[in-house]
Structure formats: C-alpha cells, structure tokens
C-alpha cells in the first residue's frame, strides 16, 4: 500500500492521537481531527469515527476478561436517547449556540472536579454521562469527557477499559447516523484503510509506554483534555456565533 507525503503524515497524527487515548481513556478525536481535517477535510467525521471506535475493539479484546460490562451499562442504554436529543437540538438550534452552552457547561464541571467537587460513579450518574456523552457527541462531535469526568478517581486502567466499552457500542450509533445522511462516502474507506495501522502501532505504544510509565491515575491528563475539548468547542461556538 503506497502512501503520499499527506497519508503519512496523517498516519504520524493518528499513531500520536491513538497512544494518547489507548492510555488515558479519551483524546484522540480531540487531538487528531483538527489536525487531520487540515491535511484532507475528508478524514473528518467519518475515518476519524471508525479509527477511534477500531481502537475500542483492540482494547475491548485485550481486556475482555476484566471488563465490568454491567456497571457501565446504563451509560451504554443513555447514549441513544442522548444521541436522539443532539440530533433533535441540531434541527432546531444553532450549532454555535449548542457550542457556546455546551462548552461552558463542560469548562464549569471541569473547574468543579478540579476543586475535588463531583458525582460518584453509580447506575444514576452513568446514566446522566452517557445520555450527556451521546448529546454533545451528535451536537459538537467531542462526546468524550462527559464520560471521563465520571471516571476521574478511578484506576487508569479501568477508566480507559469501561469508557473503551462504552464508545464500543456507542459509537456505531453516530456511524449509522452519517451512514443514513450521506451513504458510505462519508465514512472515505481508502483513507481509513490506510490510517488502521497508526490505531495498531499507537496501542503498541501505549503498551510500551505503561511499562515504562507506569502511573495508576489519568486524572490530571483527563482534567486537561476535557478542560481542552471544552474550550474548543466554545471558541467554536464563539467564532460561529460571530461570522454569523
């Protein structure tokens, strides 16, 4: 398979984004597309939705022997109602309006988890996360700290193995949304075809990484990646609101 400068390039962003994820649990989307979309627009939603959930599977296989599938149900089931209303919201409000509010909620609970307020992790509160999860991803397309907030005070391992089974199942929901808005193109097969062995060779990495790295918690990385996702899907919503 024969790639240009551009491919590799993207395959050099997506190994960088995929290591960064395969670790703490979320951040490639955040990190990569706006990076990826530079190079081709092409790689933005659609490859970048299916590298991200291919990484879910790796790991989910990995660690299928220590997966609690039953307490991260409920934020399973609340993804689709929370998918729905973000599609409902898009109809019927401005993007830059979802932007600004969302992005402001996501930079508040950020500032209240950092002065040691937040929710314990319950059957209600993954609920609530992965209902908000499946909203601002369908609304702004960074659906992944909703979920990571809820794991902070949890061991890295488990928070990056539960929030992988959770975009698992998750994340096909969004595919069949742009499946059914825009058929197969959408989804670009030959740039994500070859942008799958930047998922392999980041979660090889990510394994390196842990047993030179080896720090229990993410939670000062999950704090700064939400912290950054909110920020830009607000200076979204600000210059949006702006050119409009």
Known sequence: MLYSPDELLALLIVTGGILVQ????????????????????????????VLGWLLSVVVVVKQRHSLNWRRVFPAIVARLPGSWCGALLLVNIAPY????????????????????????LSPASLTVGGFFSGLLGTATSVGGPPMALLYQHEPRLTARNEIAAFFLIGTPMSMLMLLSRGGPALLSPT????????VLLGFWLSRRLERVFQKDSARPAILLISAASASVVLWQGITAGLAG
């Open 191 to 198: 740039l994500t075809l070859k942008m799958i062995p930047g």
């Open 97 to 120: 309006q979802l932007s600004l509010f969302f992005g402001a909620s996501l930079l508040l609970a950020v500032w209240l988890s950092s002065r040691h307020y937040g929710l314990a």
């Open 22 to 49: 395969a670790w703490v649990g979320i951040g490639f989307g955040l990190l990569a597309a706006p990076l990826l979309y530079l190079i081709d627009p092409a790689y933005v939603p659609g490859p970048v939705l």
